[in-house]
């Protein structure tokens, strides 16, 4: 159709926010895999918030793929079942702008695609142990889900669900881009029409001290030997994620805790 001004999108085009739905589409399928097909050990979804929630505030799982692919016919993604596996944890893979390789994971899931054994994915899981930093009371909180067939084209997938103090990277972020806007009053008016204008500072301090809770959480022991975190970049990376907080969580790890509050986003008032 042609008109004054519009943009003729030519067929089968990528459209905006195409590969973001792609992502989310390609992730709600694994996670709900268990409920549509059968398995060896199916993961029922009650069983992720009873098992990777030791902290009931701390609830806030990063979700990671491999392989990490957008369009809905993967091509030229056939690997061994190892090396899917070992890179679901990698940066490039996460599904959020977060570099978890260097904070506290408190639980995990490992939600498996394919023809892959129990065996197998025990193997995998003993070697990604000695490479990632657990809670020394909680080395065992891994919780494996086994689902027999694979996405379409695909021989395997994994889908990793992280409950990791790496997300007070994304709380802080959040905090920060508040600050600028309420500063400011940007779109307050909107609210304030329906909610009392003290609500702002609550909610600000609410995240606020869960951001402080995983940050403690996480510098109350210590980090891995670096050999095991120094991973090249994946050509993904590029062209995901602008550069991670990984640099600020090792100056985090570096830094007693008095010094933590250079950190942390002050409060508003």
Same mark, same amino acid.
């Not at 065996?119 to 995998?124: G, K, L, Q, S, Y």
């Not at 100056?251 to 933590?260: R, Y």
């Given at each position: 159709?042609?008109?004054? $001004?519009?943009?003729?999108?030519?067929?089968?085009?990528? !459209?905006?926010?195409?590969?973001?739905?792609?992502?989310?589409?390609?992730?709600?399928?694994?996670?709900?895999?268990?409920?549509?097909?059968?398995? *060896?050990?199916?993961?029922?979804?009650?069983?992720?918030?009873?098992?990777?929630?030791?902290?009931?505030?701390?609830?806030?799982?990063?979700?990671?793929?491999?392989?990490?692919?957008?369009?809905?016919?993967?091509?030229?993604?056939?690997?061994?079942?190892?090396?899917?596996?070992?890179?679901?944890?990698?940066?490039?893979?996460?599904?959020?702008?977060?570099?978890?390789? $260097?904070?506290?994971?408190?639980?995990?899931?490992?939600?498996?695609? $394919?023809?892959?054994?129990?065996?197998?994915?025990?193997?995998?899981?003993? !070697?990604?142990?000695?490479?990632? !930093?657990?809670?020394?009371?909680?080395?065992?909180?891994?919780?494996?889900?086994?689902? *027999?067939?694979?996405?379409?084209?695909?021989?395997?997938?994994?889908?990793?669900?992280?409950?990791?103090?790496?997300?007070?990277?994304?709380?802080?972020?959040?905090?920060?881009?508040?600050?600028?806007?309420?500063?400011?009053?940007?779109?307050?008016?909107?609210?304030?029409?329906?909610?009392?204008?003290?609500?702002?500072?609550?909610?600000?301090?609410?995240?606020?001290?869960?951001?402080?809770?995983?940050?403690?959480?996480?510098?109350?022991?210590?980090?891995?030997?670096?050999?095991?975190?120094?991973?090249?970049?994946?050509?993904?990376?590029?062209?995901?994620?602008?550069? *991670?907080?990984?640099?600020?969580?090792?100056?985090?790890?570096?830094?007693?805790?008095?010094?933590?509050?250079?950190?942390?986003?002050?409060?508003?008032?």
């Amino acid at each position: 159709a042609a008109g004054c $001004g519009s943009v003729r999108v030519a067929l089968g085009a990528e !459209k905006p926010f195409d590969r973001m739905n792609s992502l989310v589409a390609h992730m709600l399928n694994n996670l709900t895999s268990s409920m549509r097909f059968e398995g *060896s050990l199916n993961l029922d979804l009650n069983e992720i918030t009873m098992n990777l929630v030791p902290f009931p505030r701390m609830h806030f799982l990063l979700s990671s793929m491999s392989p990490l692919y957008f369009a809905k016919d993967p091509k030229n993604l056939a690997r061994g079942f190892h090396q899917t596996f070992s890179e679901v944890l990698s940066h490039g893979n996460q599904l959020m702008n977060v570099d978890p390789r $260097g904070s506290t994971y408190m639980a995990m899931a490992f939600l498996v695609r $394919g023809s892959a054994s129990v065996a197998d994915v025990t193997r995998n899981v003993a !070697k990604l142990r000695k490479q990632i !930093k657990m809670l020394p009371y909680n080395e065992d909180a891994f919780k494996i889900g086994l689902c *027999s067939v694979p996405p379409k084209g695909l021989p395997y997938s994994v889908l990793g669900l992280a409950n990791s103090c790496a997300a007070h990277h994304l709380l802080g972020q959040t905090l920060k881009d508040f600050s600028r806007l309420y500063q400011r009053k940007a779109h307050v008016h909107h609210y304030t029409q329906y909610m009392e204008k003290a609500q702002f500072d609550e909610a600000f301090e609410t995240v606020n001290s869960l951001m402080k809770d995983y940050i403690n959480l996480d510098m109350l022991h210590e980090a891995p030997r670096p050999s095991s975190v120094a991973a090249a970049p994946s050509a993904m990376e590029s062209l995901l994620f602008a550069p *991670s907080a990984w640099s600020t969580g090792a100056a985090l790890q570096e830094h007693s805790h008095s010094s933590l509050q250079h950190y942390l986003p002050q409060p508003l008032i």
